[in-house]
Nanobody
Framework: QVQFVESGGGLVQSGGSLRLSCTAS????????MGWYRQAPGKQREFVAA???????IYTDSVKGRFIISRDNAKNTVYLQMNSLKPEDTGVYYC????????WGRGTQVTVSS
């Protein structure tokens, strides 16, 4: 059974930074493309960034140049470095497979104050 555990969220002022982590279990992590997603209050969950097993990356337009996704296969962990945070980045952040998402973890709350 695949499980994802996200951490690293918090309250930060506009312009600040946070680094999120997500550890996966029950999967062959190293060969799997991973993604970060977020859900703002009252909105649907949306794609933020993804990284392939070969470490190619893709970002949604609103975070390009500010967020960096990376992975450590030895730790079964994917990271999201978030810089120059804006209030519109507020939400619960989740990780999952880039393709064929499984059951979602609890996520980690990110709140950016103006």
């Amino acid at each position: 059974q695949v499980q994802f555990v996200e951490s690293g969220g918090g309250l930060v002022q506009s312009g600040g930074s946070l680094r999120l982590s997500c550890t996966a279990s029950g999967t062959t992590f190293s060969i799997t493309a991973m993604g970060w997603y977020r859900q703002a209050p009252g909105k649907q969950r949306e794609f933020v960034a993804a990284i392939s097993n070969l470490r190619s990356t893709i970002y949604t337009d609103s975070v390009k140049g500010r967020f960096i996704i990376s992975r450590d296969n030895a730790k079964n962990t994917v990271y999201l470095q978030m810089n120059s945070l804006k209030p519109e980045d507020t939400g619960v952040y989740y990780c999952n497979f880039r393709y064929d998402p499984r059951a979602w973890g609890r996520g980690t709350q990110v709140t950016v104050s103006s």
